[in-house]
């Protein structure tokens, strides 16, 4: 096992007795990316303050390359951590042209600190600007520069604080593509915040799932997707369906058929989750739907309640015959049938989801 180039270890932070980060372990591979996700507030930015040594755990180790850098007794100023950072707010200095924004953090002599910035210049597609001042700049622009000045200096770790939370959407995508490119060119391990799903699948070689302060599950976003952890982990990603069912001789019964609930008592509850996408609408014939199968279980009948077109699906509420309760499909393209009409709903069993209910 190669020796991960950041390593956290039980770190705990309290605010006002509140333990805002609660016990988070980390570790993150040379090259690798890894988003930390989670709602706002769950603690993302303060575990990246710590990382960053601009605030202080209570408890709990921080490790690069195998090294110590931080207890709670012993610390490495920020500065000489070779940990780069980029935060939404990325100010540029105003006063300093881009290539003396570029070349801030860098040592050496004035013509190396020169050629540096400009070899990062012309990475972000930017080199004609090096003379120019970063109000000139539109805002995609400045946040390249922002990047280039992060990577000048080679750090062994990037931490990004939701960096491209103030950019339009038009532009966003297109520069999550090229930073991922650069960072994966520099050879940087990057520790990136973001409460987006979307960025986290765009961006992650690995996620960490956190909640109130706490890491609930890691994986490659194809695991944390089809292998979530819990009702919230599935709900964090989409839409999702919900059904209850009680639980006799490992198994529960449902109008879509039954699910194995390995483990679970008799008497106990589980909820079945499944994703919007992972059901399938069939049209009613005299009042019958189609005929149950291993895979996809026994269709359910339902009457559309509202429907609408959301650019490259559909999305169609259905309140069903069986609990009179809502359940959201979404279908490819455009399909808007009219309120009132009666459908047949199966669900992808290898999709759904089984979670015990707690409590
Ligand atoms: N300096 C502070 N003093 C008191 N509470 C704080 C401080 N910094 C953060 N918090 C609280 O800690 C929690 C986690 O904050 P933060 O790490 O910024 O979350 P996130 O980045 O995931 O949105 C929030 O409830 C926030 O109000
Ligand atoms: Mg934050």
Not at 145 to 164: G, H, T, W
């Amino acid at each position: 096992m190669q020796t991960p180039r950041l390593e956290i270890r039980n770190l705990v932070r309290r605010f006002e007795g509140r333990r805002v980060v609660d016990d988070v372990s980390l570790t993150i591979q040379p090259g690798h990316v890894t988003c930390l996700l989670g709602p706002s507030g769950c603690g993302k930015s303060t575990t990246l303050r710590m990382i960053a040594g601009v605030d202080m755990q209570d408890e709990g180790e921080i490790h690069v390359d195998g090294t110590l850098i931080c207890d709670t007794v012993f610390r490495i100023p920020p500065e000489r951590r070779q940990i780069g950072l980029m935060f939404q707010d990325f100010a540029l200095f105003p006063h300093l042209s881009v290539g003396d924004n570029v070349a801030f953090g860098l040592k050496g002599s004035k013509a190396e600190k020169r050629k540096r910035a400009g070899e990062l210049l012309e990475r972000v597609g930017l080199s004609h600007y090096i003379d120019e001042f970063p109000h000139q700049l539109s805002g995609g622009e400045q946040q390249r520069v922002a990047l280039a000045r992060a990577l000048a200096p080679r750090p062994k770790i990037m931490l990004m604080d939701e960096p491209f939370s103030g950019l339009d959407n038009r532009l966003r995508d297109g520069i999550r593509d090229e930073t991922l490119a650069l960072l994966k060119e520099e050879g940087a391990s990057v520790l990136l915040v973001t409460h987006e799903p979307e960025e986290a699948m765009r961006m992650a070689d690995e996620i960490a799932l956190m909640r109130d302060g706490r890491i609930v599950q890691r994986g490659a976003p194809y695991n944390i997707y089809n292998n979530p952890a819990d009702k919230a982990a599935v709900a964090f990603f989409s839409d999702i369906n919900v059904l209850r069912g009680e639980v006799q001789g490992a198994l529960t019964q449902t109008p879509f058929g039954q699910f194995l609930a390995p483990g679970v008592p008799d008497g106990g509850q589980v909820d079945i989750v499944f994703r919007p996408q992972h059901v399938s609408i069939d049209f009613d014939r005299n009042g019958r739907g189609p005929n149950p199968t291993e895979l996809a279980g026994t269709p359910a009948r339902g009457v559309v309640e509202r429907a609408r077109f959301m650019g490259s699906e559909s999305l169609v509420e259905f309140r069903m015959d069986f609990n009179d309760e809502v359940l959201k499909v979404t279908v490819p393209n455009v399909f808007i049938p009219k309120p009132g009409t009666p459908m047949w709903l199966t669900v992808r069993r290898n999709r759904c989801f089984v979670f015990p209910v707690k409590g």
